[in-house]
């Protein structure tokens, strides 16, 4: 693709960029401080979330982190 | 109606801290987004993919591809997320015995019902029309020519759609009182719905036309008879839903 192409997406990939990495960030975040996990399983969450587009920090968000 | 005020209130904060608000706000974002842009973007990919000599004729795409895409995100991911997000929300206050102390307290279980119902019907309100605006500024953006023929209509019956789901998920989730067995039990009605649509006569009356037509009225077909009574049938359900929810929590052990 021409990069004037690229040029006329980018108002709209920006902004949904800055989404995944804010659900990324927000999800990584949490996991650091997550005590309630031993240190194998939060190696595979973070690979989840880092790796898993879109759905891996939603799917910790949700079921990892083991709050109540 | 303080006491629902009250219990909303809870609610809410809750919601924010277990993250449960941000992950729709994010995944309604999302989809706003991405529906425009892979409308927009699908076509040159493909383009770009085909080998020189195979030529394939792509209709450029229009406003209505955008909506189009629009509408089967929502299905298959606001929806489905809401209803997973949403499923243990009776649940985890039966098994911790949250609710004894409030309705021993003098907490009208009223209260409680419809503070729940406000929590599902505020989220879904909330992310589905920020979805369909940010979709609708993008759509005007990409596509400058676009018409909103239609469109009220198409985003109007999804959101109605939505609700109804979510009056069934509140219903189950009173009745069964497990993390899960909510999402199972909206998800079995969906399939029903869809297995229904081999009947015609069913096919007439189900509200799933709310969540499957609304593209064709976009490309500027009329809405018939059909669509007023799958409006109707929807909303006789989503009362239904409801009333029997409530009915039910008021007479539930809760233990």
Same mark, same amino acid.
């Not at chain 2, 591809?65 to 509408?71: G, I, L, R, T, Y």
């Not at chain 2, 985003?155 to 189950?172: K, P």
């Given at each position: 693709?021409?990069?004037?192409?690229?040029?006329?997406?980018?108002?709209?990939?920006?902004?949904?960029?800055?989404?995944?990495?804010?659900?990324?960030?927000?999800?990584?975040?949490?996991?650091?401080?997550?005590?309630?996990?031993?240190?194998?399983?939060?190696?595979?969450?973070?690979?989840?979330?880092?790796?898993?587009?879109?759905?891996?920090?939603?799917?910790?968000?949700?079921?990892?982190?083991?709050?109540? | 109606?303080?006491?629902?005020?009250?219990?909303?209130?809870?609610?809410?904060?809750?919601?924010?801290?277990?993250?449960?608000?941000?992950?729709?706000?994010?995944? /309604?974002?999302?989809?706003?987004?991405?529906?425009?842009?892979?409308?927009?973007?699908?076509?040159?990919?493909?383009?770009?993919?085909?080998?020189?000599?195979?030529?394939?004729?792509?209709?450029?795409?229009?406003?209505?591809?955008?909506?189009?895409?629009?509408?089967?995100?929502?299905?298959?991911?606001?929806?489905?997320?809401?209803?997973?997000?949403?499923?243990?929300?009776?649940?985890?206050?039966?098994?911790?015995?949250?609710?004894?102390?409030?309705?021993?307290?003098?907490?009208?279980?009223?209260?409680?019902?419809?503070?729940?119902?406000?929590?599902?019907?505020?989220?879904?309100?909330? /992310?589905?029309?920020?979805?369909?605006?940010?979709?609708?500024?993008?759509?005007?953006?990409?596509?400058?020519?676009?018409?909103?023929?239609?469109?009220?209509?198409?985003?109007?019956?999804?959101?109605?759609?939505?609700?109804?789901?979510?009056?069934?998920?509140?219903?189950?989730?009173?009745?069964?009182?497990?993390? /899960?067995?909510?999402?199972?039990?909206?998800?079995?009605?969906?399939?029903?719905?869809?297995?229904?649509?081999?009947?015609?006569?069913?096919?007439?009356?189900?509200?799933?036309?709310?969540?499957?037509?609304?593209?064709?009225?976009?490309?500027?077909?009329?809405?018939?008879?059909?669509?007023?009574?799958? /409006?109707?049938?929807?909303?006789?359900?989503?009362?239904?839903?409801?009333?029997?929810?409530?009915?039910?929590?008021?007479?539930?052990?809760?233990?």
């Amino acid at each position: 693709m021409a990069l004037p192409d690229i040029m006329a997406y980018l108002p709209i990939i920006i902004p949904l960029l800055i989404l995944q990495v804010t659900l990324m960030i927000t999800a990584l975040l949490h996991l650091v401080k997550n005590e309630r996990l031993d240190r194998n399983n939060k190696i595979v969450w973070a690979l989840v979330i880092i790796f898993v587009n879109l759905i891996g920090p939603i799917l910790y968000l949700i079921f990892g982190r083991k709050e109540d | 109606m303080r006491g629902t005020l009250a219990f909303l209130k809870k609610e809410l904060i809750e919601h924010t801290r277990n993250y449960k608000l941000f992950i729709f706000f994010i995944v /309604f974002a999302i989809i706003g987004i991405l529906s425009p842009l892979s409308a927009k973007f699908l076509p040159e990919l493909l383009e770009s993919l085909m080998d020189e000599n195979i030529t394939i004729i792509l209709q450029e795409p229009t406003h209505v591809d955008s909506w189009v895409q629009f509408f089967s995100n929502v299905n298959q991911m606001g929806l489905v997320v809401m209803i997973l997000v949403f499923s243990p929300l009776m649940a985890r206050e039966y098994e911790k015995g949250t609710l004894v102390h409030m309705v021993t307290k003098g907490l009208p279980r009223l209260s409680i019902y419809s503070a729940k119902l406000a929590m599902l019907y505020l989220s879904w309100t909330l /992310f589905y029309w920020m979805s369909a605006l940010i979709t609708l500024g993008y759509t005007y953006y990409y596509f400058p020519d676009s018409s909103t023929e239609g469109l009220l209509l198409a985003t109007v019956s999804m959101y109605i759609f939505g609700l109804m789901l979510l009056a069934l998920l509140l219903l189950s989730a009173v009745i069964l009182e497990t993390t /899960f067995a909510p999402l199972l039990a909206v998800g079995g009605f969906v399939g029903l719905l869809f297995l229904g649509e081999l009947v015609p006569v069913i096919q007439e009356w189900s509200p799933l036309q709310l969540n499957s037509r609304n593209a064709q009225w976009l490309t500027g077909l009329e809405p018939g008879r059909e669509i007023i009574q799958s /409006f109707a049938v929807t909303g006789i359900l989503t009362v239904f839903f409801i009333a029997a929810g409530a009915a039910l929590f008021r007479k539930k052990a809760i233990n």
